[in-house]
T-cell receptor
Framework: ELKVEQNPLFLSMQEGKNYTIYCNYS?????LYWYRQDPGKSLESLFV?????AVKQEGRLMASLDTKARLSTLHITAAVHDLSATYFC??????????FGTGTRLKVLA | NAGVTQTPKFQVLKTGQSMTLQCAQD?????MYWYRQDPGMGLRLIYY???????DKGEVPNGYNVSRLNKREFSLRLESAAPSQTSVYFC????????????????FGPGTRLTVL
């Protein structure tokens, strides 16, 4: 049974600092998804990582996937307040079932 | 393009009442999903429909039923609501197959906030 774990669950960081969110998953999968959720809102897709070694970047966020280690990271560079949100990773069990991590609530302090 | 729409946005039920949550997508996607989100637990898959005419259980199907009415619409029914079903419910859809970079990317609706008293 696929399990997806994120850490940390909460992250409070100063503007301008760098940090990494980790996403571990328990069974073989070659796809990993990252989403952002603002309070009271729906989920917005950030990255789709489709193969081992995949790296995607958008602004101050960079996501990578290591399928051998069953690990994905979301790296935040020079954080700004606008990045405050909850970030979820998800993997797939089979073709259609998505299993989500519990989320990382990020707060960027001015 | 409205994307994925859900109705209602908010609902309050009494224990034992029934209701149906509606979801529709206009992206011609094959697969549709229902999730619930509870504080500190991320999203959990209730049911999914890989394609029109098929439905399958997810992680937490007990107490729910679904109908894939056509390619656009996927409804979730609570036959006898319980306080444990108080949650935010999200519907999502996904395109199927292909080499597009968005392959298997899910698109989410705005959610339905359900309270069961």
């Amino acid at each position: 049974e696929l399990k997806v774990e994120q850490n940390p669950l909460f992250l409070s960081m100063q503007e301008g600092k760098n940090y990494t969110i980790y996403c571990n998953y328990s069974t073989t999968s070659d796809r990993l998804y990252w989403y952002r959720q603002d309070p009271g809102k729906s989920l917005e897709s950030l990255f789709v990582l489709l193969s081992n070694g995949a790296v995607k970047q958008e602004g101050r966020l960079m996501a990578s996937l290591d399928t051998k280690a069953r690990l994905s990271t979301l790296h935040i560079t020079a954080a700004v307040h606008d990045l405050s949100a909850t970030y979820f990773c998800a993997s797939t069990s089979g073709t259609y079932k998505y299993i989500f991590g519990t989320g990382t609530r990020l707060k960027v302090l001015a | 393009n409205a994307g994925v729409t859900q109705t209602p946005k908010f609902q309050v039920l009494k224990t034992g009442q029934s209701m149906t949550l509606q979801c529709a997508q206009d992206m011609n996607h094959n697969s549709m999903y229902w999730y619930r989100q509870d504080p500190g637990m991320g999203l959990r898959l209730i049911y999914y429909s890989a394609s029109e005419g098929t439905t399958d259980k997810g992680e937490v199907p007990n107490g729910y039923n679904v109908s894939r009415l056509n390619k656009r619409e996927f409804s979730l029914r609570l036959e006898s609501a319980a306080p444990s079903q108080t949650s935010v419910y999200f519907c999502a859809s996904r395109s199927g197959g292909g080499a597009s970079p968005s392959y298997n990317e899910q698109f989410f609706g705005p959610g339905t906030r359900l309270t069961v008293l």
